[in-house]
């Protein structure tokens, strides 16, 4: 991740003047300040115990489904189980994400390992795609044609995406916001397509392509080749798709209230480190069960200041996070989950409306009084 020191916040055309009238230290200071009050709390330091607990947690729910898949044996019952293995399999997902933000081991390569077997071998996805993808995502959220979570595919985020659909496309982009959920139960088989496009790829320099490619190959084969072998070919295909919808349902509804229908920064635009990720974010208010159920996703602010901050020290920083943001004068986010999600909905209906304007750039404002 850039250093918070290298960013100027400003408008584009409001650079040098920014320069001159507002030294871009004195920016990267406030959160340096954040920063070293964090640190000082002892809310980076490796939470071990926590992380075996998780680790050995969902390892063992993990056995648990397949001994249930093969006690039940054919009964449509084994429905619960896929249900039951899309939940389990999107928890291996939050894992390999804490473990790719380094954020269980104080070693990069255990980090690293880890990531990768539970990306690889238990959720099926490349490690290295999705870390690649996932680090442009953190360096400029929510940015114009940087950050790849916004631009174009099936939804269309941005007015100017929109502007491409014509037609059918057209028509559906603008109903979309109705159809993201029902869409997300095919986030997991899309997962699985990229992962294994990506291991595929042969002008990738990246190390270990091959290998990932390989496991997920055969973590699919073999998954795919028990259901066929212990279930008939109909309770097969329902159990499959059922697993696969439920996983990138989940996946996807904890990964999409963090930016989805906050403002759109312009391709151009310059900000320090600390609004950048702040004021394009969003909180989702927590308990345990919204924590489970989002993998500590719900903390999206404190999470994308400090990304190697332990999942469970997150909702502790949060009060000094807030604090700062609001002595600052930066706006912190945080709403309900089912708000979250209306706001998603209710935005993506309305892309081409609402997110006209250009992000509001508040030095940029005062530059021009």
């Keep these: 991740m850039n250093s918070p020191r290298a960013r100027l916040f400003g408008?584009?055309?409001?650079?040098?003047?920014?320069?001159?009238?507002?030294?871009?230290?004195?920016y990267a200071s406030q959160f340096t300040e954040l920063a070293d009050e964090v640190r000082r709390s002892g809310l980076l330091e490796?939470?071990?115990?926590?992380?075996?607990t998780q680790i050995c947690g969902t390892i063992f729910a993990f056995i648990a489904v397949w001994v249930g898949f093969f006690l039940i044996g054919d009964s449509w019952f084994q429905l619960l189980i896929a249900v039951a293995l899309g939940v389990v399999v999107t928890q291996f997902g939050f894992l390999g994400h804490d473990a790719a933000h380094r954020q269980i081991f104080r070693s990069p390569t255990w980090n690293a390992w880890t990531a990768r077997v539970f990306a690889a071998a238990f959720a099926g996805l490349s490690y290295t795609w999705w870390r690649a993808k996932h680090n442009r995502h953190h360096q400029a959220p929510n940015q114009e044609d940087v950050d790849p979570d916004i631009g174009p595919g099936a939804m269309a985020f941005t007015p100017a995406v929109l502007a491409r659909r014509t037609g059918l496309s057209g028509w559906f982009a603008r109903r979309q916001g109705w159809w993201f959920?029902?869409?997300?139960?095919?986030?997991?088989?899309?997962?699985?397509?990229?992962?294994?496009?990506?291991?595929?790829?042969?002008?990738?320099?990246?190390?270990?392509?091959r290998l990932e490619l390989a496991v997920v190959l055969t973590r699919l084969g073999a998954y795919v080749t028990i259901l066929v072998l212990f279930l008939p070919p109909g309770l097969a295909a329902s159990f499959l798709?059922?697993?696969?919808?439920?996983?990138?349902?989940?996946?996807?509804?904890?990964?999409?209230?963090?930016h989805k229908g906050m403002p759109i920064v312009p391709r151009t635009m310059k900000l320090d480190f600390l609004r950048r990720q702040v004021m394009v974010s969003r909180n989702i208010r927590g308990n345990f069960a919204v924590d489970s159920w989002m993998g500590g996703l719900n903390y999206?602010?404190?999470?994308?200041?400090?990304?190697?901050?332990?999942?469970?020290?997150?909702?502790?920083?949060?009060?000094?996070?807030?604090?700062?943001?609001?002595?600052?004068?930066?706006?912190?986010?945080?709403?309900?989950?089912?708000?979250?999600?209306?706001?998603?909905?209710?935005?993506?209906?309305?892309?081409?409306?609402?997110?006209?304007d250009p992000f509001d750039c508040p030095l940029a404002v005062q530059l021009r009084d």
């Excluded at 397509?193 to 042969?202: F, H, N, P, T, Y």
């Excluded at 798709?241 to 963090?258: E, W």
């Design 46 to 52: 490796r939470k071990h115990a926590y992380y075996w």
């Design 181 to 209: 959920f029902p869409l997300l139960t095919l986030e997991g088989l899309n997962l699985h397509v990229e992962s294994i496009k990506a291991g595929l790829d042969r002008q990738s320099g990246a190390p270990w392509r």
């Design 300 to 356: 999206q602010i404190e999470h994308h200041l400090f990304p190697n901050m332990p999942r469970c020290n997150l909702k502790r920083a949060q009060p000094m996070v807030r604090a700062h943001c609001e002595q600052l004068g930066i706006t912190y986010t945080e709403v309900g989950l089912f708000r979250s999600y209306l706001m998603v909905v209710d935005y993506l209906n309305n892309v081409g409306l609402r997110a006209r």
């Design 11 to 26: 408008s584009p055309q409001s650079s040098s003047a920014a320069t001159s009238r507002f030294p871009s230290n004195a």
């Design 241 to 258: 798709a059922l697993q696969m919808a439920v996983f990138g349902f989940c996946l996807g509804a904890a990964f999409a209230p963090a």
